[in-house]
């Protein structure tokens, strides 16, 4: 911790908020606050402090992302909750309130400067929030690595953004049971040429930490080790990246994961912070490995 700076946000605009959302989805959340919280679907509810908590995680993003553009931090990793990559549109999901990374995203396009933005989503569930804000945007790659077929259905490796958007979408579903030689062969001949030719001014992370062997409510095969390796090699696409903390559900993988992911942050080699039988590199079967080369021809077959 004292090597980094730390930073505390003040609550999100209305209208920083709206960048990403219609303001039905502002007033519902408003109404809902004013109850003192209350349920919005199956999975998702808010109480007395969750929307204070969900607009101090938005700008916090925002935040991080400005700090970077300006050249003032070289990377970032925004610790909050409630994650946001299932916040759509005009509607709150899956315990997500406010899409954080959309909102970040979108400010840099808007107010940071940049032309281009790359969201790297490594959550084990779909991010179909962050997909559907950019469906349309070619100033937008958004990339997602998930277990597929689970919550929330969607992310096929043929979703692909439409119109303007068309290709500007990529997702690379896996099975349950993918480990981490399935993600780093996606990472290495689909998703790395993919947003070098991109050519990003900024790079975020959806860094949810759920694809952990020890996650409950995913079945995927990774170690804490896994997101070191996979922040040391996202840093190396462009400017940050700035880390979004999304799913993880199980404290002692959840804390080794992001210990490993800000080890990498900060320039160390070998991961500090998570023990060494987090550390090793896990092979999964080869059913994994197809599913990635499909996804790798269709991103090839629509270039």
Do not use: K
Not at 31 to 59: V, Y
Not at 202 to 223: E, Q, T
Not at 265 to 286: D, F, I, K, Y
Request: net charge negative; charged share 20%.
């Amino acid at each position: 911790m004292d090597r980094m700076q730390r930073h505390y946000p003040e609550p999100a605009s209305r209208e920083l908020v709206e960048l990403a959302h219609e303001p039905a989805h502002v007033d519902l959340l408003t109404e809902l606050n004013s109850l003192g919280g209350g349920r919005i679907d199956l999975d998702t509810s808010m109480g007395p402090d969750s929307l204070e908590a969900t607009l101090r995680a938005t700008q916090g993003c925002v935040d991080a992302v400005r700090f970077v553009l300006d050249g003032i931090w070289s990377s970032a990793f925004v610790c909050m909750r409630p994650p946001g990559h299932h916040a759509r549109p005009r509607t709150p999901m899956g315990f997500c309130l406010t899409n954080h990374v959309a909102v970040g995203a979108r400010w840099a396009l808007e107010e940071g400067g940049a032309r281009r933005v790359a969201i790297i989503d490594w959550d084990a569930h779909h991010g179909n929030g962050t997909q559907e804000i950019f469906w349309t945007d070619p100033n937008v790659l958004y990339v997602s690595l998930h277990q597929y077929p689970w919550y929330p259905g969607s992310g096929d490796a043929t979703e692909r953004g439409e119109r303007a958007g068309a290709g500007y979408t990529l997702n690379v579903p896996l099975p349950a049971g993918a480990a981490e030689d399935a993600y780093s062969q996606a990472l290495e001949t689909v998703i790395e040429p993919a947003v070098t030719a991109f050519g990003p001014d900024i790079v975020l992370v959806s860094a949810g930490f759920d694809a952990h062997h020890l996650d409950p409510l995913c079945m995927m095969r990774l170690s804490a080790g896994a997101f070191h390796r996979f922040a040391e090699r996202v840093s190396r696409w462009g400017p940050g990246p700035v880390c979004v903390l999304e799913g993880g559900y199980d404290l002692d993988a959840l804390a080794w994961s992001a210990a490993g992911t800000i080890s990498a942050l900060l320039g160390e080699a070998v991961v500090t912070g998570v023990p060494l039988s987090e550390q090793a590199l896990t092979s999964g079967q080869a059913e994994a490995l197809r599913w990635v080369e499909r996804a790798a021809r269709l991103a090839e077959a629509d270039g």
